[in-house]
C-alpha cells in the first residue's frame, strides 16, 4: 500500500480530532511528527519529502537554500518571484521554519534551520522564455532588484536575481 503526502496529513487531522474528543489537545505540527514517527519516519520533513516524491528509482533533486528572514523571504520568494507553497512546517511555534515552494516545475526548500544550505548558493532553474520570465517580474518592481537578461550567457539568455540572503537563482531560457 503506498501513502500519499495527502493521506498522513489526513491521519494527522484525524488524530487531532480523536484526541480532541478525550479532552486532549496536541499541535497540527505535533500530530505530523506523531504520525510520520507511525509510518517509520524519522521526522515530518523526511515523512513530507518521501511521500511527496513519486517512488521511482529517483527523481529531481530539490535545493535547500538557507534563508534569516521568514517575511523577507515570503516578500522575495512569493510576492516578487510568484513562487506557491507547498507545505510549511514547524516544530513548535516560534521555532526555525521550513518551507517548500513551487514555480511551475521548480521546487525549492526554503529553511531558517541552521545547518540547512549555505548561503551564496547558485540555482540554475529552467524557463520556457527568459524575456517572458523578465516582462512577469518587471511588472512587480523590487526595491532592491532591477534584473536584466544577459542573452549571451552560456546554456542560454539568463535573468539572475540574487535573493536577501545572499542565494543567486539564474533563470535560463535553454536553447538548441
Known amino acids: 500500500m503506498n501513502l500519499s503526502l495527502s493521506d498522513a496529513k489526513t491521519a ?42 513519486p517512488h521511482a528509482a529517483s527523481g529531481p533533486a530539490v535545493p535547500v537554500l538557507r534563508i534569516h528572514d ?11 518571484l510568484r513562487f506557491a507553497v507547498e507545505w510549511e512546517h514547524r516544530f513548535e511555534p516560534g521555532m526555525p521554519l521550513y518551507l517548500r515552494i513551487r514555480r511551475d516545475e521548480t521546487v525549492v526548500d526554503l529553511s531558517e534551520h541552521h545547518g540547512d544550505g549555505t548561503p551564496g548558493a547558485a540555482v540554475w532553474v ?22 536584466g537578461i544577459d542573452r549571451d550567457a552560456p546554456g542560454g539568455p539568463t535573468v539572475e536575481v540574487t535573493d536577501p540572503f545572499g542565494n543567486i537563482l539564474r533563470f535560463c531560457e535553454v536553447t538548441d
Open 12 to 53: 494527522a487531522r484525524a488524530l487531532r480530532r480523536s484526541l480532541a474528543a478525550t479532552d486532549i489537545s496536541i499541535s497540527h505540527s505535533r500530530a505530523l511528527e506523531i504520525v510520520s514517527q507511525q509510518l517509520g519516519f524519522t521526522d515530518w520533513n523526511t515523512a513530507s519529502a518521501m511521500l511527496s516524491t
Open 70 to 80: 521568514e517575511a523577507l523571504a515570503r516578500e522575495f520568494y512569493l510576492d516578487y
Open 126 to 147: 529552467p524557463v520556457a522564455s527568459a524575456a517572458a520570465f523578465h516582462a512577469d517580474i518587471s511588472g512587480r518592481p523590487h526595491p532592491r532588484l532591477r534584473p
